[in-house]
């Protein structure tokens, strides 16, 4: 599927399918387009680019009544979180994603519901991932949220990223 000038490759019986065709993650596709695109001219051309950018998209939760898009450099959430679901969305720029991330929500891991590649600059090739994490067990209504991602090719090279949920 394209969206905002992003191919999203979605497994068949995704969930996320109708909120992508909706336009809900949009601003989220925008920062992963903006971070690929300011690291694109220091990454090797090669079958599986190193880790560049890691983000934090949103947190969408049923207090809020949706998802609150998180802004570069946002240390914490706007607005109070908690219910059902529960969720932040991350990024990944560069092939991380999948079984090599790690999330943890009040000290917790968090359970990655599913994480989508996505192709960037429009090549057919996955440039990086969006995950996304259920953070509602344990019951926590606020705390950091830590999310970590580590290179397929090369374990030594991780970025980390972390924003404090109200």
């Given amino acids: 599927?394209?969206?905002?000038g992003v191919n999203i490759f979605l497994e068949p019986n995704s969930p996320n399918k109708q909120k992508?065709?909706?336009g809900e993650f949009d601003k989220a596709l925008e920062k992963m387009k903006k971070g690929y695109q300011e690291n694109a001219k220091i990454q090797?051309?090669?079958s599986a680019p190193l880790?560049?950018?890691v983000l934090i998209l949103d947190v969408c939760s049923g207090k809020y009544g949706g998802c609150e898009y998180i802004n570069d450099n946002q240390t914490e959430t706007a607005y109070d979180h908690d219910g059902v679901p529960f969720q932040v969305n991350t990024?990944?720029?560069g092939y991380g994603g999948h079984s090599y991330d790690r999330a943890k929500f009040a000290g917790n891991e968090a359970i990655q519901l599913d994480s989508e590649g996505v192709d960037l600059d429009?090549?057919?090739i996955v440039d990086g991932f969006i995950d996304y994490w259920d953070i509602s067990k344990p019951k926590n209504t606020n705390g950091t949220f830590e999310f970590t991602a580590t290179s397929i090719n090369n374990a030594a090279v991780s970025k980390s990223t972390s924003i404090y949920i109200k």
């Fill in 20 to 22: 992508y065709l909706s």
């Fill in 122 to 124: 429009g090549d057919n």
């Fill in 1 to 4: 599927m394209t969206r905002n």
């Fill in 44 to 46: 090797p051309k090669a």
């Fill in 51 to 53: 880790i560049t950018q």
């Fill in 91 to 93: 990024g990944v720029v």
